[in-house]
């Protein structure tokens, strides 16, 4: 298996897995014991790793979410210091991990496997992956490998906002067209749902076709820019990762 190949079979796997625990009940017991909307603790939680930074620095950071959004959130979450907020955000993941992936036979494998892609991509323009990679990991097990796939999830949103901009698209319409991973459209109302979701206002334009070619191409351009991490990793090892990650899956369906 090549690193494209690798990363084709298992980009879905990680965005389910890596951001597991942003919907978990372990995220909503955060928001409930300090207070904070899921908004909140959610900026503050993930973009803690910036720092005490104005919201502009943040919203260069998450980029597909409307910058109106980002302030009120971030600055609504101030409660909580940036620095304690991460450290409570990587605790739910790794609580999520133990919880969901308790199944998971191979997770100390899957850890090292995620680590050399982690440890050995570059941070350019990836400020959220640099900062959670930064942080402290657990000793090991099933919350080693969620920390981890929280960070290798990260690298690829990274990418995929480069690759964006790189096509000329704007966050909302890059939202609007939407791929299913392939980069095959997916229907409209289907990504108007996620515009609401991400709290963009209405009402939302119709991509157009040319918007349509841009997302593909965005898409393709994600999948090489994030392949050069996977190099790390030889034809067994990507194969391997490949195997744990579905292995992976299957147990967080089963808890």
Not at 121 to 134: H, I, K, Q, S
């Amino acid at each position: 298996m090549d690193p494209r190949d690798a990363v084709l079979e298992t980009k879905a796997a990680i965005g389910a897995l890596g951001g597991g625990f942003m919907l978990s009940r372990e995220a909503k017991a955060l928001c409930e014991r300090h207070g904070l909307g899921p908004r909140e603790m959610y900026f503050r939680g993930r973009c803690g790793v910036l720092g005490e930074v104005d919201a502009d620095v943040v919203l260069a950071a998450v980029v597909f979410f409307p910058a109106g959004h980002v302030r009120e959130s971030w600055e609504g979450g101030r409660k909580l210091a940036a620095e304690e907020a991460a450290a409570l955000y990587a605790g739910a993941c790794h609580d999520w991990g133990r919880r969901r992936l308790a199944g998971l036979g191979n997770a100390d494998r899957l850890a090292e496997l995620l680590a050399a892609v982690a440890d050995g991509a570059d941070a350019f323009c990836a400020p959220l992956f640099a900062g959670w990679r930064a942080m402290p990991r657990p000793g090991g097990g099933p919350a080693l490998a969620a920390h981890l796939l929280h960070v290798v999830r990260e690298l690829r949103g990274a990418r995929h906002a480069t690759a964006v901009v790189a096509q000329g698209l704007g966050p909302l319409e890059a939202t609007l067209v939407g791929a299913d991973g392939t980069g095959t459209p997916i229907p409209y109302d289907r990504t108007a749902d996620v515009a609401r979701f991400l709290a963009w206002p209405e009402p939302y334009p119709v991509p157009s076709a040319e918007a349509a070619e841009r997302r593909a191409r965005a898409e393709e351009l994600t999948d090489d820019l994030v392949a050069r991490a996977y190099a790390a990793l030889g034809p067994a090892e990507l194969a391997e990762l490949s195997g744990l990650l579905q292995e992976a899956s299957g147990a967080a369906r089963a808890h």
